[in-house]
Every structure is written in structure tokens, then in C-alpha cells.
């Protein structure tokens, strides 16, 4: 994991160089559109240290976007803009079986329902480091997605 100014995010693929892109990511395999790019709120991590005493830093959460001020589990089956490019959350990205080794189990219920958002890439363009985000107007795919996929992609569960 590295930080970075600016990624160039590509709908079906995920960030060009990022794990998920080429294919070898954990849960590539499973070829779900959800695992294309995550985001997860820095008052969640800075919750996380306040209440449960345990320092996760942004790399360890292998997340690829950090917010601040965005309720995330409200775009949950929204979509919306980060920068020029259009996202649709997919659902929340609780906390996995690896960040659990990771801290020895000591984030997960810090995070269980804050661990950030599984979100597809919708249209092809650069985030850059502050962009602002933004609920787009449009709703349509989001409401036709949901009606089609909502029942058959199956909620993650925290571990």
C-alpha cells in the first residue's frame, strides 16, 4: 500500500496499478464489481484510537480512499462523484479476516459497521488527492443495479 497524489480509475478494472486491477487481490476472483474501489472515513480511524486505544493507520486499513466529513455508510446503493469520477456505493466494507491478523484482532469492533465502503467505478477518470465528493443528481443506475443485484450479492459479514 502507497499513498499517492493522483490515480487513474477505470469501471470493471478498479485503480490502474492496484491489486484489484491486475486480478491478484484476495477477493479477485470472485469478479464482484464491489471490490473495485473502497473508501473508509478518517473519524473512523480516529474513533477507533480514541475509544478502543488502537492506532490504524490509513496504509493498514487497505482502503484505497480516506474521507473527511463524508458519512459513508449513507452511500450505500447511491452514486456519486469523488472528483470527476462517478462511483456507486455497493456496501459496507466491514472488517476482514486479514486486518483481524493484522491487529490481533484488537480494530475489529472499532470498525464493524465504520470499516468504509465498497464502492464500483462508473465512469473512467483521475482522482486527485482532495477532491471533494459529491452525491450525483442521478440516481438511475443506482436504482436499476439495486433492483437487478441487491438480492444476489451477499452482505460481508464482520468477522
Known amino acids: 500500500m502507497i499513498s499517492i497524489e493522483e490515480a487513474h480509475t477505470i469501471p470493471g478494472r ?8 491486475f486480478g491478484t487481490g484476495h477477493f479477485s476472483k470472485m469478479g ?15 474513533a477507533l484510537k480514541r475509544d478502543y486505544g488502537y492506532d ?8 484505497n480512499i480516506a474521507t473527511v466529513g463524508v458519512p459513508l455508510n449513507h452511500l450505500v446503493w447511491k452514486e456519486f462523484y469523488v472528483g470527476e469520477v462517478k462511483l456507486l ?11 483481524a491478523k493484522l491487529t490481533d484482532s484488537l480494530a475489529l469492533h472499532g470498525l464493524i459497521h465504520r470499516g ?9 477518470g483521475i482522482i486527485r488527492l482532495g477532491d471533494p ?13 439495486c433492483e437487478e443485484e441487491a438480492n444476489r450479492e451477499p452482505v460481508e459479514s464482520a468477522i
Open 32 to 46: 464482484k464489481k464491489s471490490y473495485e474501489i473502497t473508501l473508509i472515513e478518517t473519524e473512523a480511524l480516529e
Open 56 to 63: 490504524l493507520s490509513m496504509r493498514d486499513s487497505r482502503r
Open 89 to 99: 456505493g455497493r456496501r459496507l466494507c466491514e472488517p476482514c479476516f486479514h486486518l
Open 116 to 124: 468504509g465502503l465498497r464502492a464500483q467505478i462508473l465512469t473512467e
Open 133 to 145: 465528493i459529491r452525491i450525483s443528481e442521478s440516481q438511475e443506475i443506482a436504482h436499476a443495479i
Open 14 to 21: 478498479g485503480i490502474e496499478g492496484d491489486r484489484y486491477y
